[in-house]
């Protein structure tokens, strides 16, 4: 496998893994929710809650109101922001390297350009040594 595959497929990896812990996160995140707050009545109160704290939006339809429930949404605070950061940072990396596809083709372009033009050269070169009268290419 080529070494632009690999990368391309590590990057591609890194972000369906990123994708695939956060939503994990946010589902245990909602059960914790659910189980631990007492206003969270059904499943889905429990995974808004945790999806609107992980991402510190916040509504305030549903917040923590128990020790323990606030104690767990610093948790998914914590986890909510690393997590969104490593996808973030996933997709960014997807950016950067189309981005740097595109120099190193250019870069590979220009350096074919300057190796015909050096050939070119060296042969212009070896045209005029070999005009030269014989004295003056002993001298060279």
Same mark, same amino acid.
């Given at each position: +496998? ?54 510190? @939006? ?35 990396? +997807? ?12 870069? +590979? ?15 212009? @070169? ?15």
């Amino acid at each position: +496998m080529k070494w632009q595959q690999r990368k391309r497929f590590i990057t591609r990896r890194g972000l369906i893994y990123s994708l695939v812990l956060c939503i994990v996160i946010l589902g245990l995140g909602g059960v914790g929710f659910w189980i631990l707050e007492p206003r969270a009545l059904t499943l889905s109160d429990g995974l808004w809650l945790a999806f609107t704290t992980a991402a510190t @939006v916040g509504y305030g339809d549903i917040v923590p109101s128990t020790h323990a429930s606030r104690a767990f949404s610093v948790l998914v605070v914590l986890l909510g922001l690393a997590v969104l950061s490593l996808v973030t940072a996933s997709v960014a990396a +997807m950016f950067v390297e189309t981005e740097e596809r595109q120099v190193e083709r250019d870069l +590979m372009r220009e350096i074919g350009a300057l190796r015909a033009e050096v050939r070119h050269l060296h042969e212009e @070169v070896r045209g005029i040594q070999n005009n030269l009268h014989p004295s003056v290419q002993s001298e060279l």
